[in-house]
């Protein structure tokens, strides 16, 4: 049984967007990030879209931030660009202004779902589902990425369609552009892409991998050498 929408509403409100980070991760805020030429663009539409998250909150607009490998020319690269941290950005604004969101990887998602089949399990696999349906900001960090069977494929379509049926904000990061979703998920990709080109403002994210410049820094800071 689907628990009741006050009681849901109520629950909903408590989930804060940055609850499940760590000390580092909350320190990701559009105060601290390092903001430069290749990604001042990234940051502008998304503190655009926090500054009017009301008004996407009645649309229902979403965010699919990606960096995909065959898309990258030159030197660029697809990975370490700072989709996460950019997330992140939003994720610990979001808690600041007290706006309810849940921030997930795709597989806490699946093992929160899969967990409730446990004989044991407190929860419901209703509740956990009308969770991910009504939660008013849901953040999906690294869609894609795990092996899907047709049952994970089947749960994400169904929570991606609810989420767009009832207008609420989806903020997805993930390494493949919408084309090639279909690739991951023969089932249902095409479906699930067509979705995020309807309901997503586009970002996409190739550039430099920040991982390497991150490695270079703390090499210099600990040794005074260059790496
Ligand atoms: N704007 C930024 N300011 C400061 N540090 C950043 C910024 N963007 C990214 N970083 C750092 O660079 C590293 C890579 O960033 P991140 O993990 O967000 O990349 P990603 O695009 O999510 O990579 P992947 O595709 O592999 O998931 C991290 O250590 C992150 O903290
Ligand atoms: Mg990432």
Redo the contacts with the bound molecule.
């Keep these: 049984m689907e628990p009741c929408s006050c009681l849901l509403d109520r629950q909903l409100t408590k989930y804060t967007a940055n609850s499940s980070f760590n000390y580092e991760q909350k320190q990701?805020t559009f105060k601290n990030?390092?903001?430069d030429a290749k990604?001042a663009q990234h940051f502008a539409m998304v503190t655009k879209f926090v500054d009017n998250i009301e008004a996407h909150q009645e649309k229902g607009t979403w965010l699919y931030i990606f960096?995909d490998e065959t898309r990258i020319k030159g030197n660029q690269s697809?990975?370490?660009?700072?989709?996460?941290?950019?997330m992140d950005c939003i994720a610990n604004a979001l808690a600041e202004r007290r706006i309810p969101g849940l921030y997930v990887t795709e597989e806490t998602l699946f093992g929160d779902i899969r967990s409730t089949y446990s004989r044991n399990s407190e929860e419901s696999e209703t509740e956990v589902l009308s969770r991910y349906y009504n939660v008013p900001v849901l953040m999906i960090d690294?869609l894609f990425t795990a092996s899907y069977s047709e049952w994970a494929e089947g749960k994400l379509y169904s929570i991606l369609n609810e989420r767009m049926d009832k207008n609420k904000i989806t903020i997805i990061?993930s390494?493949y552009a919408t084309e090639r979703i279909h690739l991951r998920l023969p089932l249902n990709g095409r479906k699930i892409a067509s979705r995020i080109i309807g309901q997503a403002q586009r970002i996409e994210?190739i550039g430099p991998d920040?991982?390497e410049k991150?490695a270079r820094d703390r090499f210099q800071l600990e040794t005074g050498n260059e790496l």
């Design positions: 990701h990030a390092d903001i990604n960096g697809a990975y370490g660009t700072g989709k996460t941290y950019l690294d990061t390494n994210m920040r991982r991150k």
